[in-house]
């Protein structure tokens, strides 16, 4: 019997349990996995300019084992913020989800900001990762960005994947690598000259009305693509965010290293007040799909969607924010929680064969550790 425990972060299995889904709002067609009971506040990840909504699978996995609800998103074919924003905005009123939670990386950072900027009423937290503040630098080194949209397919991939680095590397990021690789092979030109415009663009991220507080820097300190200098003013510009630091990583910690990031996105969503429902791990292992089936296109986000809080995008910034500072409150029963589902696999393994559970005995034991990991609060620096 296939279940979530089968084959814990194996890509073939993801794609097999988790349905991708399809969507045209006006001119623009989403692609995304929606993973994860509905009840809980959705985090919606967003990806760079070399990825796309599969590569963060892991996180989709691990997290709504945890019974958190996981949004991965392919980026459409937008060739300015403003078109961005707007976008992005019809997407959650579609599935229903006014509330988000999003992870950054890369330019998907920057894309985390910009509607945060814009939309602050809807951003409750964000989790940003080697990413920057504004595109300067980025748009001096491209003066043949207007001419993207008759580059060449090959061109456009080829530039892409010369910023990541040759050399040998350790076997996870080099995996991670060709991850990405087989990727953006299927990557249309569209997608490829639209995100390259988007990364080109001169704009600059300007200050949020969202606490510090109720943001976490997740940063690797090894090679990657983004220049340390732009990754100092994130830093800078964010002196009251939580550090998550990662010692290596490359360009793709969450597939190198997740989990790390697993554990520090975990303790973000702890710290912001999202509470799981690990009651949700049972259903999933017995229909395998927690999310919206692939013929839904309104998702039902389960959250209200007030419409007094809707405005055009030269009106947003003077929206003012009530935002609280993230409570502790719950932790001491979540941890009771994921000790209570370690105990609850080890039960299961004392009344069965153990070569026929073998894979269920190392998630077993993986979990109980990482459940450790959390339970020690000095991990993630603040």
Known sequence: MKGI??????????????????ITIGAKQWKYYDFGPKTVSP?????????????????IMCLSMKGYRVISIDIPCVWNYH????????FLDTINIYYVHLYGTSLGGFLAQLFAQHRPRRVKSLVLSNTFLETHKFSASMPWAPVLS?????????????????????PFIADSIDFVVGQVERLSVEDLSSRL???ANAVAVTR???SDSFITLMDTNDYCAIPQQLKDQVTERYLGARRAILKTGGDFPFLSRSDEVNLHLQLHLRHVGVEPNPGSLQDISKNGNAGNSANETNGG?????????RGSLGHDDCDETDQSEPSGSGSSKLDEQLLSNV???LMKLETTPLLVHAPTLFLALHLYFATLCILWKPLMVV
Do not use: M
Not at 83 to 90: T, Y
Not at 301 to 309: A, C, K, L, M, R
């Open 301 to 309: 986000g389960g959250f209200d969607d007030p419409q007094e809080d």
């Open 150 to 170: 008759w580059t060449p397919s090959f061109l456009l991939k080829r530039y892409i994947l010369s910023g990541i680095r040759d050399g040998p590397h350790e």
């Open 43 to 59: 985090l919606v990840c967003i990806p760079g300019i070399a990825g796309n909504a599969d590569v963060y699978y892991k996180q």
């Open 208 to 210: 949020l009305l969202l």
């Open 5 to 22: 425990l089968s084959s814990p972060g194996d890509y073939v299995h993801f794609k097999s349990l988790v349905p991708v889904q399809k």
């Open 343 to 345: 105990r609850l696999y």
């Open 197 to 199: 415009t988007l990364n």
């Open 83 to 90: 078109e961005w924003v707007h976008a992005f905005e019809k």
